[in-house]
């Protein structure tokens, strides 16, 4: 259902991020914080490198034949050009992050397209909507290309699977339950349960090897909802304000479940 392609600068493009001229302190760079406000860490301090950009643009054309316009290695082509020219980094640098880690750009199969994400040293960046051609040509079938709410939540798992499960993926997940089944109540056993247990196990979790992952919770989502229904905007704007609500910086998560599950009613609607 998700398929990907990595990609990692070679080994001598590895220092940019190891202490060259405009690192640390970063004297005015461009960050990869400043480009994409989710990314968080050590990451998000680092000056965005032209072969991270060159690395990103290569992911996108290998998977999709093309630079997705205005998409992440766009974004990160801008910001390395600008840190260039200041002379805050070497054309042939690399942050170490992604040398070490690599940038990966992903797509989940849903019905009507597929949901895409790509990735900076294991941090989501952006998310999106690749429509099939069938679904913008008004493909016969109409409601047979809608994504369910049991639909994102798996894609979800793909994207975001190997995270682990934090008290904002709970709280979004037991919205997402809520709007697909229509019962405003904790179901024993369910979905919701089963992320608030594995969000609660994990804070007190020594190891991040030790925690329970999104992709363990995810899997196989449609079968573990006791009802199911087709993605719309309300749902998709309740379940972002769960994950807000319990982020400390009160953002949602590139590739996370609200995420997922607003791409999902962006699709639908288009499908319309």
């Known amino acids: 259902m998700s398929q990907g392609q990595q990609r ?5 493009q590895a220092q940019a991020g190891g202490g060259g001229q405009g690192q640390g302190q970063g004297g005015g760079a461009v960050r990869y914080g400043d480009v994409f406000p989710a ?3 050590g990451l998000a301090e680092k000056p ?3 072969q991270d950009a060159a690395t990103m643009q290569s992911a996108e054309n290998l998977v999709f ?6 998409g992440p290695a766009a974004a990160m082509q801008s910001a390395a050009m600008r840190n260039e020219r200041m002379g805050l980094v070497g054309h042939d640098q690399a942050t170490d992050a992604t040398a070490e880690q690599g940038v990966s ?3 989940t199969r849903v019905p009507g397209g597929r949901i895409v994400t790509e990735f900076v040293a294991g941090q989501a960046v952006g998310q999106y909507l690749a429509p099939d051609d069938a679904a913008d040509a008004g493909g016969a079938g109409g409601d047979d290309t809608k994504i369910t709410i049991g639909e994102a939540l798996e894609a979800a798992g793909y994207s975001a699977g190997g995270r682990p499960v934090e008290r904002s993926d709970a709280a979004a997940i037991q ?3 809520v709007r697909a089944t229509g019962l405003d109540v904790n179901i024993p056993g369910g979905l919701a349960a089963q992320a608030q247990s594995a969000a609660d196990a994990n804070a007190w979790a020594a190891r991040d090897d030790e925690k329970a992952k999104l992709g363990d919770v995810l899997s196989n989502a449609t079968a573990k909802l006791v009802a199911d229904k ?3 905007a309300d749902d998709a704007a309740r379940v972002a304000s769960a994950e807000t609500r319990n982020k400390d910086d009160k953002t949602v ?6 995420a997922s599950v607003a791409a999902a009613a962006r699709l639908n609607k288009q499908g319309a």
């Open 8 to 12: 990692r600068p070679s080994s001598d």
């Open 39 to 41: 990314v968080t860490g």
């Open 48 to 50: 965005v490198a032209p």
């Open 65 to 70: 034949g093309e630079t997705i316009k205005g």
């Open 105 to 107: 750009v992903s797509e």
């Open 175 to 177: 919205a997402a339950e």
């Open 230 to 232: 087709e993605v719309e």
């Open 253 to 258: 998560r590139p590739g996370g479940i609200a």
